[in-house]
C-alpha cells in the first residue's frame, strides 16, 4: 500500500500538474512564434508582400469617402548600374536566339519542302506549321531582346528609365 494518503496523492498530482503544464508553456513560448513565423496563416484576399498603408484620418478638406491618394512609388536609386547589368546580360541572350533560330530553320525548311507529315496516327497531320514556329519564334524574341537592349542602353548612359509619355486610346 502506499503511504500516502489520498489528499497526499491530490497535492502531489496538483504540483505535477503545474510543473508540466509550466515546462509546457516554456515550449510553446518558443515553438509556436517560430512555427508562425515559419508558416504564416495565409489568406488569398490580403496581400502580405506589399501591404497598403492605412490611410491616416481626413482633416477637414476632403470627405471621408473619397479614396485616399496613393503615394508615388519611390523612384529607383540606381537605374544606371541596373541597366549596365542588363545591357551586359544580353550578351549571352542574343547569341543563344541566333543559335536556336539556326538550329531550326534548316529543319523547318526541309519539313516544308517534302510536306512532313506525322507517323504516329491515322491521322498523319502535316508538321511543318509547328516545326516552323520554333525559327519564327526565336526571330520574334530578337527583335524584342533589341527593344529591351536599347532600353537598358539607354538607361545606363543617361541614368533614366524610359518611361511612358502617353497613352494613346482609340
Known sequence: MSSRSPAGNAIAGAR??????????????????????MFPAY???????????KAAAPTGGAPASAPAAKPAPAPDKKPRTKGRINAVAYIFFFPAMILLFYASVDEAWASWKIGDLSEQTA???????????????????????????RKWLYAARTGQFLTKVKTIQI
Open 123 to 149: 491521322w498523319r497531320p502535316i508538321l511543318w506549321p509547328f516545326k516552323a514556329i520554333v525559327p519564327l519564334s526565336s526571330v520574334l524574341l530578337l527583335i524584342q531582346g533589341i527593344s529591351e537592349f
Open 16 to 37: 505535477l500538474k503545474k510543473k508540466t503544464l509550466q515546462s509546457q508553456r516554456a515550449y510553446a513560448s518558443v515553438v509556436v512564434p517560430a512555427k508562425r513565423f
Open 43 to 53: 489568406d488569398f484576399a490580403a496581400n502580405h508582400y506589399w501591404p497598403e498603408k
